[in-house]
């Protein structure tokens, strides 16, 4: 996949050469590594489209397409952009690391079911840290 680099951005700031590199491609067969800098980062996983990282398929869970976020800090003030909608915060690890896989709850149930897509996955962050507040719906 792409490394890219969030940059920082006002909320309601144009779109950066950076998210129309992520827009175009969608992040559909991919694992982009995103890697912000000091400050409040902004991820863009989805826009209005929608999220980025579906594998189109509603009979697995999309493991193998997301968005691999290496320093989402809150206390800096990162948020992920993403459709808006109902997402899971969830344990998981990449590469023996922990983190927190964000899903897309397709069928808004609240639980894991195969027709929810894998979006994202932060290492080094708590499910428990997370709630909607960390994320920007458009």
Do not use: C, W
Not at 25 to 44: C, H, N, S
Not at 95 to 109: C, E, F, H, I, Q
């Amino acid at each position: 996949g792409l490394e890219l680099v969030a940059r920082r951005a006002p909320l309601g700031a144009p779109v950066d050469q950076h998210r129309l590199v992520l827009a175009l491609a969608l992040g559909k067969g991919t694992v982009d590594q995103l890697i912000g800098k000091a400050g409040a980062d902004l991820f863009v996983i989805g826009d209005a489209r929608g999220n980025f990282y579906d594998d189109g398929s509603t009979r697995t869970t999309g493991t193998k397409d997301y968005a691999l976020v290496n320093d989402f800090n809150m206390a800096e003030g990162d948020r992920i952009q993403v459709k808006a909608g109902n997402y899971l915060f969830l344990p998981g690890t990449f590469n023996r690391l922990a983190g927190t896989s964000v899903y897309s709850d397709t069928k808004t149930l609240g639980v894991l079911e195969t027709s929810d897509e894998l979006i994202g996955f932060l290492i080094g962050v708590s499910p428990a840290q997370m709630s909607n507040e960390n994320l920007l719906f458009v």
